[in-house]
């Protein structure tokens, strides 16, 4: 009896890991969302931007620069996604947001570029 116990716990316990919700999602390929931050001119062009837990922000570059965006404050700091990739012009990239805070990043290589997004 105490020996199922013991196994029944063993099978639930990554089981409820499983349903801890990520802070931050990269989404691949998707349609882009209606919450735009447009990269241009060595800047966000919307330096804080307010989402829902579960909301996703796409960020587009349109300047001739690459630039991408690197989450440093907040629940997403230290997660192994928080420094995205290079976005060339023209490229988007869509994070989906699970957790509430005050998510703020930067540009890797333009540290003086910040952002923030408020997930409420
Ligand atoms: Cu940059």
Redesign the pocket.
């Known amino acids: 009896m105490r020996n199922a116990l013991l196994a029944a716990l063993c099978v639930a316990l990554p089981v409820s890991f499983a349903y801890a919700q990520e802070p931050i999602e990269i989404v691949e390929g998707g349609a882009a969302s209606a919450n735009a931050v447009s990269i241009d001119k060595m800047a966000f062009g919307t330096p804080e931007i307010k989402v829902k837990v579960g909301d996703s922000v796409t960020w587009t570059n349109n300047d001739e ?1 690459a ?1 991408n965006v690197h989450f440093r404050g907040g629940p997403a700091k230290g997660n192994p996604k928080a420094q995205g990739k290079m976005l060339n012009k023209g490229e988007t990239y869509t994070v989906k947001f699970g957790a509430a805070g005050e998510y703020g990043y930067i ?1 890797t ?2 540290p003086m ?1 910040k952002g923030k997004v408020i997930v409420e």
């Open positions: 620069i630039h540009c290589p333009h570029m």
